[in-house]
């Protein structure tokens, strides 16, 4: 209880009793904001008070770093304090100062040199980075600083000794590139050139190779070394830097850039077979050492790279290369999805319509794919041998492998090993498939062997022992015209399944066919007396139909009785009632005699609803063979519909509620109803009279109140 009071409880979304504005915020922000103070303006009026104020600051700046002296930016604010009144002796004296605290921060090696350069002291600032970079050679910011001063200046030799100094430190790859483009600015593109060779000798991986192509390419404009670069990176790198997708792919778009197309696709070609793009996993062979595991990013690159040759291919390349670089990315996806799982049949189907659509378009002979494709299929026979539904799935990839075999490859002699073969796995004791059976029977009849299309199909009636293998084998032999062999299936056929009513249907159809009427006639009663059937009124009904054919109306009338006896259905009757009103039946009165049999039987019974379909049958009975008189009499049969309620109640008896449903009344039974309804006829008009009597009082006293 306590869990639904709390649930019940509903939220206070009335305003709150203090409303805040945007206003109001703005007004109160404004209000609780500090004052800024500002430092006072000092006014100078001669050298001496400047001198005093000089002094204050000094001592200001002394006091904050004998408080904090490792806090680098009060020796820097102090030393642009000194250089801001042009005391630049007593600058350089903080920085050497802050050096002794420090000597190893490169920020502050930094901005002194930037202090003696801001000033043009060009020999005092190039003497400060000579200092640094002797004492921090690592640290590449204060090489570029000097190599960059250098250059300003227009010391060109300098300049190039500062890099030479820089490069004995096997510096990282920008500096290397800042060197060649110094040298390329300077117009001095051979040198430059023989330092782009050392930095790929110094680094010989495949981020120099790639950076030394493209800046041959872009900054050098030298094409033929470009491509001399990354031919040399296939070679003459390690194999775990050479076998980067990455070095491929801007080989290339180099290429593609240049107009050489066909180098391009040699180079994406040879990166497929590589890198197995689009193709299945090659699997190692026996003995052999496994290859390392893929990193993701190499994997990443490698997808880029097909991805790349795609495109390429629909740029650049024709149909037949098109065509080919899609089925080798389709072929790529069915090997994912059939290597993460084998029993996935509907992915091998997809993988093998792929290549026979290939085939077919291409107008090449790719059997050896598809059967290879076929061959991996069926080789993943199903774990269990209790599921069947997962057997059925792998037993289409038998008939499609077969079906294959013999339209597309016109080759019946192995569609028919293949067949054999699957019935050879099927584990028949547990479960069979009636379509492998009949499809192999067919293939043996189109290929002209009669002999062992009946052979397998009678080892199917014995291991299989289905319905549509009967049928099947009963439908050869009447297409070839033998009605015995016929006779000795059906016989078969209805010991393994006598309840079964469209197998006795089809027996006594085939007598009757041949002009058996007796044995047709025979089979029907040996059907009947069967004491189960699955359809037992579509077998009487056949009998029934039988015996009009043949003009037999009094046994058919007596099939007729002799149904009545075992059911009393209605339609059993009106079929009865319409039987008598043809001409092999005995006319118009003997049918009305017949619906009114079922009739008066129905309504002893209490059977309503049927009752209203038997008299609607009547009625159009009547309508087509009456006259009006009688369509009248019927007429006058019908019943009213009522719309009632009653009480709904569940296996238990416990009530559900109240439903309407419909009833009817009919005109013969309302004298035994009368004297309920005339309950309810006076209840009716009891019920009025107090109505009215309400009406005349209420009246009365509104008519009182107003005299009053």
Known sequence: MASRSHQAQVKNRAPAPIQISAEQLIRESSERQQAHILDPIVKIHDAEEYQSHLRDRRKHFEDNIRYRREHIGNWVKYARFEEDNREFERSRSVFERALEVDVRNPELWLRYAELEMRNEFINRARNVLDRAVQLLPRVDFLWYKYV????????IPKCRTVFERWMEWMPDDNAWMSYARFEGRGGHWEQAKEIMKRYANTYPSARSFMRFAKWAEFEAKDIDLARTVLESSLVELEPEESRQARVFGRFAAFEERQGEYERARVIYKHATKLFNLGQEPKKPAPGAEEEEEVPQWEQDKRN????????????????????????????????????ADPTDYDAWFEYA?????????????????????????????????EDKQHWRRYIYLWIYYALYEEMQRHDLDRASKIYDACLDLIPHAKFSFSKIWINAAKLHIRRKDLIAARKLLGKAIGLCGKERVFTEYIALELALGEVDRCRSLYTNYLKAMPHNCRAWSKYADLEKSVGETDRCRAIYELAVSQSALDMPEMLWKNYIDFEIDEGEGDKARALYERLLEKTGHVKVWISYAQFEGTEVGKGVDTARDTFKRAHDQMKDAGMKEERVLLLDAWRVFEKTKGDAQSLAKVDGMLPRRVKRKRMQTDESGAELGWEEYFDYHFPNDEDANAGNLKILEMAAKWKQAQQAQEDSSSSSEEEDSDDE
């Open 353 to 385: 319509k792929m290549e026979q659509e290939n085939e077919i378009s291409s107008g090449n002979s790719n059997e050896n794919k598809v059967r290879e494709v076929y061959e991996r299929a069926i080789g993943n026979v199903p774990p269990s041998m």
């Open 304 to 339: 880029e790279l097909y991805q790349a040759y795609i495109a390429f291919e629909k740029k650049r390349g024709d149909k037949a290369g098109i065509e080919d670089i899609v089925i080798t990315g389709q072929r790529a996806e069915y090997e994912k999805r059939v290597t």
């Open 148 to 155: 960059y001063m250098e250059e300003m200046v227009g010391d």
